[in-house]
């Protein structure tokens, strides 16, 4: 339940149109719900952090997933699942029928506010086109939590020169998402252009010396660019829940792309 679901119910208590003990019935799930031997569902996540608890889908069964969406959006008007397969969306799906589902993403998710306030402001870019199902995780969060992403693709050092069009739009930006594997060296380059808070997301994107992202992590942590935050390896996630938190706080002055993210949560550059 978020703050205007929660606004909504106490206005129909003070007029009459809901009785004490069905708003009670409402709230007595409001801080957790378990479901036995399965989950403990925090309804009352929204309230405290302003966004609905996400579903992490790897290492779930299809049916553990598909219940807790099932309960999941029966109090939110959104809901996110990372990290998600086929599978797991199609058997959720029978339980949620207006459930969307993006492969690039790896993510399942219902949004049925769409036509919701956004703010601009948020730029996420990425070093190659392996990198993409990452920017999309973390696209995609920030759609569902309120924000336009602006998205800059395939623009890694390898040929630096593509990424000198966009410095007008990294340094109107409020905060910079940059996703990167192999030598991870592209976080740093764009923390030296903008003024901007930077996300740096290492991903697993690499030969067999990138341990699995492990190098790019290493190089971001070790950047020489002040300004400069670094998430886990393939955290699109993560990347894009801060990156919202703190263009909330900031507000909306930066570049506006309302095709960042079309209505089906796919990204534009």
């Known amino acids: 339940m978020n703050e ?33 031997g399965v989950a403990t569902l925090d309804h009352h996540r929204p309230l405290r952090t302003g966004f609905a608890e996400v579903i992490y889908c790897e290492g779930k069964t299809a049916q553990q997933v598909a219940l ?8 939110s008007p959104r809901l996110l699942g990372t990290r998600a397969t086929e599978a797991q969306f199609e058997a959720a799906r029978k339980r949620v029928p207006d459930l969307q589902w993006r492969e690039e993403a790896r993510c399942l998710w219902v949004d049925r506010e ?6 601009s402001g948020v730029v996420v870019v990425c070093a190659g086109t392996s990198d993409l199902n990452v920017l999309e ?13 602006h998205t800059i693709t395939d623009v890694g050092v390898s040929g630096l020169h593509r ?25 740093s380059v764009v923390a030296g252009l ?35 935050a670094v998430v886990n390896i393939d955290n699109g996630f993560g990347a894009g829940h801060l990156a919202a938190l703190i263009n909330r706080k900031i507000g909306s002055k930066g570049p506006a792309d309302r095709e960042g993210v079309s209505a089906d949560g796919r990204v534009g550059t």
Not at 114 to 119: D, L, M, N, S
């Open 4 to 36: 205007s679901q929660l606004a909504a119910l106490l206005g129909d208590v003070a007029d009459g149109t809901a009785s004490v003990e069905s708003a009670l019935a409402r709230l007595r799930t409001l801080p957790f719900e378990t479901l036995e």
């Open 68 to 75: 807790i969406a099932e309960r999941l959006v029966a109090r």
């Open 114 to 119: 769409p036509e919701g306030e956004r703010k």
């Open 137 to 149: 995780e973390a696209a995609l969060t920030l759609r569902l939590m309120g924000h336009w992403a």
């Open 163 to 187: 990424l000198v069009p966009h410095i007008p739009t990294l340094q109107q930006a409020n905060v910079v998402i940059v996703v990167a594997g192999m030598e991870g060296a592209l976080a």
């Open 194 to 228: 903008t003024q901007a808070p930077v996300i740096a997301v290492p991903t697993s994107v690499g030969y067999g010396a990138s341990f699995g992202g492990v190098a790019a992590l290493l190089a971001m942590l070790n950047g020489c660019a002040s300004g400069m």
